[in-house]
């Protein structure tokens, strides 16, 4: 019993650092977009994206083994590790439009 809460506590912390390490991205390539560098901002958001994707596949590791009747106890950490890629999957979808919301009043002025 053990051994798979610690494998659920591992599958939860790269969960947590890798969601934390898309929405940071995700940040950063806001502030770029907020200075019109479009470019730097698409390559961070590409970053971000491609990070969160290793984020959702801890997620579905997790669902995965719920499905195969191997499922964790629930624990504050999972949901802690929940609550940061739901988080920044929103950051990730919201800051997407916002960069285009800014692009296009760049284009505007020009």
Known sequence: MEEWNSSAEIIA????????????LAFEALKKAKLAEFDA???LMDGANSVILKAHHSQTELLQEEAQGNGHQLSILLVHAQDHFMTSLLAIDLITEMIELYSNREGERQ
Request: aromatic fraction near 0%.
């Open 41 to 43: 901002a698409k390559e």
């Open 13 to 24: 912390m790269s969960l947590i650092a890798n969601s934390g390490a898309a929405r940071s």
